[in-house]
């Protein structure tokens, strides 16, 4: 075992146990130079009696969550594999598992478990929507961790795969007995997103009843055979989840969290309602037919109320002060018509970058609002059937994620979106090949040695920095904004300014360097400042950018002096 107050690689302080299990034990450790706590997972060849099975698991989970990103995964900083033991470094995740959550205190509130079932919905259509998909077979209350803000995060990763399209079956079973599908025990068919559809629904049923389907009865009984108190929407929505055949299941996350989001229009007594709405109507549209040749009179002003309210809408979420609100406002106008971009651009250039910051808050309700169930599939495929609009707004949001989340970037986050970007058909070719290259940039920033946020990029700094080049190319604020303009001439300042000694040593010289920040203050001067009247936004930016330039030009003549 590690020594309390041990130095790990010459840089994790080991301070406390905070976990142990039959094969592996968890610490918590502290960065001294970063001063940031981190978790070590240890796992010791003497403690496990299959310990390269072990060890193929463990790789095979630091090889998945290297790259991704998503506010409900941990985040593996470091892998640190020697002769005798396994050890991962990892996002330190304050909170408990919800099986203690369980243990002590019992079945849980049913609103506390449909809005970690929305979370749980979140992440994994995140995890199934990456190319290839991964599949994550494992769910249950004791790998989902609970943080003191109510949100949670999915852990242990050992038994997640990638999905392999035309393969028949899994080879072996892998999964936890009372919460796997029929499917995981091996030659029952390959595990796919249903899968994690079935766990998800074995999992609410487990922490809203106490019970599970590998006990007495050894089915899943209706969850109001338990407690009679609970929703009979969501009772509708468990049984459908945890059906034995995949085809009799809801077919994705995104449409379970539809339905949980609107579990209370599945109860009974919304039905009841409902019936007696629909007769009400049937009364009034025979009615209706009467007045035959004003139908078409009712259809033009029920066009017209459609696109106001549309519009209204949107000029009230404009004039609301807070984010939040506004997003969800914009939402509204987005449900109404899906394939209309004026609300989403409204949302993206007027309040979510509006700060230049592409928040994990506002990320959450975008990746939220984008796989909300639509005339029978969802906002984001609803939208993309105007592919001139979508196209340019997956352009925009690459961009964000890769220069504005968090203020810092996340390059991982970024790659979805700009790869639709680089083989648009509407996007100019400089816009197309502009994403093609922060693509490769972004790709490489997930690899071995590469930091997908900020850090250093994982290929050679000769290339990263042919790259950074190329993106600069051109006048930027004519061609895309000034506003995306200034995040590039930044990263470049920045990346001058962080690693200049690296680009020369991989064979990019001081004048090289020097020559691109020249330019880039051309380009500020001529393509941006000269056209007067910025505004205190872009005025703002501009002065940051020059800062930065300033900054990266000194780095580089103090490091022409040392050498």
């Known amino acids: 075992m590690l020594q309390i107050g041990s130095l790990v690689d010459g840089k994790y302080k080991v301070l406390s146990v905070i976990g142990q299990g039959g094969m592996s034990t968890v610490y918590l450790v502290m960065n001294e130079k970063a001063n940031k706590p981190w978790a070590i997972k240890e796992v010791r060849k003497d403690a496990v009696a299959n310990y390269q099975v072990v060890r193929q698991s463990l790789i095979t989970e630091t090889n998945l969550l290297k790259n991704l990103s998503h506010p409900y ?26 099986d203690k ?47 003191p803000n109510g949100r949670i995060c999915l852990v242990d990763f050992g038994t997640a795969r990638e999905y392999k399209a035309n393969h028949a079956g ?8 009372g919460f796997a599908a029929p499917e995981q025990f091996g030659g029952m068919g390959q595990t796919d997103a249903r899968t994690d559809v079935y766990c998800l629904g ?11 389907s590998n006990e007495p009865p050894y089915e899943f009984y209706p969850i109001r055979y338990w407690n009679p108190n609970l929703s009979s929407g969501l009772e509708k929505i468990i049984a459908k989840c945890v059906q034995n055949n995949p085809a009799d299941r809801y077919q994705s996350c995104a449409e379970v969290m539809y339905d949980l989001q609107h579990y209370k229009q599945l109860d009974r007594d919304y039905k009841k309602t409902a019936k007696m709405s629909v007769a009400a109507v049937a009364l009034l549209t025979a009615g209706a037919v009467l007045c035959g040749s004003l139908s078409y009179y009712f259809h033009q002003a029920a066009t017209v109320t459609a696109t106001e309210s549309y519009e209204d809408m949107i000029l009230d979420a404009l004039g609301v002060e807070d984010d939040a609100e506004a997003i969800q406002k914009f939402a509204g106008a987005i449900r109404l018509q899906p ?10 250039d007027n309040r979510i970058l509006a700060d230049d910051c592409f928040t994990a808050e506002e990320d959450e309700s975008l990746r939220r609002l984008l796989i909300t169930g639509c005339d029978g599939t969802t906002i984001e495929k609803a939208f993309a059937a105007n592919r001139a609009a979508y196209d340019d707004f997956s352009y925009k949001l690459g961009m964000a994620y890769f220069y504005c989340y968090e203020d810092v970037g996340n390059k991982q986050l970024s790659l979805k979106w700009l790869k639709i970007a680089m083989t648009s ?39 990263f920095w042919e790259n950074l080049v190329e993106i600069a190319d051109g006048n930027i604020a004519e061609i895309d904004n000034s506003i995306t303009a200034l995040m590039i001439y930044n990263e470049i300042a920045l990346q001058v300014f962080q690693h200049n000694n690296r680009f020369v040593a991989a064979g990019v010289s001081y004048d090289d360097m020097e020559q691109e920040l020249n330019s880039i203050s051309a380009h500020i001067a001529s393509d941006i400042e000269a056209k007067g009247d910025l505004g205190e936004h872009i005025s703002s930016l501009v002065e940051e950018a020059k800062d930065n330039v300033e900054q990266a030009q000194k780095s580089i003549e103090m490091a022409r002096r040392q050498g």
Not at 73 to 98: A, H, K, Q
Not at 170 to 176: F, I, M, N, W
Request: proline fraction near 6%; charged fraction near 25%; hydrophobic fraction near 35%.
């Open 202 to 212: 074995a999992t609410m049923y487990n922490l809203l009843t106490g019970h599970t």
């Open 73 to 98: 995964l941990p985040s593996i900083v470091d892998v640190i594999d020697d002769e005798g033991r396994f050890l991962i470094v990892m996002d330190y995740i304050e909170g408990n598992t919800l």
């Open 170 to 177: 899994d080879t072996s079973y892998l999964g936890t007995r």
């Open 339 to 348: 394939t209309n971009p004026e609300a989403f651009e409204e949302m993206l």
């Open 425 to 463: 058909q509407y996007l100019d070719d400089s816009q197309r090949d502009r994403a093609a290259r922060l693509r490769i940039i972004a790709e490489y920033y997930n690899s071995i040695g590469g930091d997908p946020k900020t850090g250093d990029p994982g290929l050679p700094f000769d290339v």
């Open 101 to 147: 959550a369980l243990a002590t205190m019992g079945p849980q509130p049913q609103e506390y478990v449909i809005e970690w079932g929305i979370q749980l919905c979140d992440v994994f259509e995140y995890l199934h929507s990456r190319t290839p998909a991964i599949i994550y077979r494992d769910l249950k209350p004791g790998n989902i961790m609970l943080r």
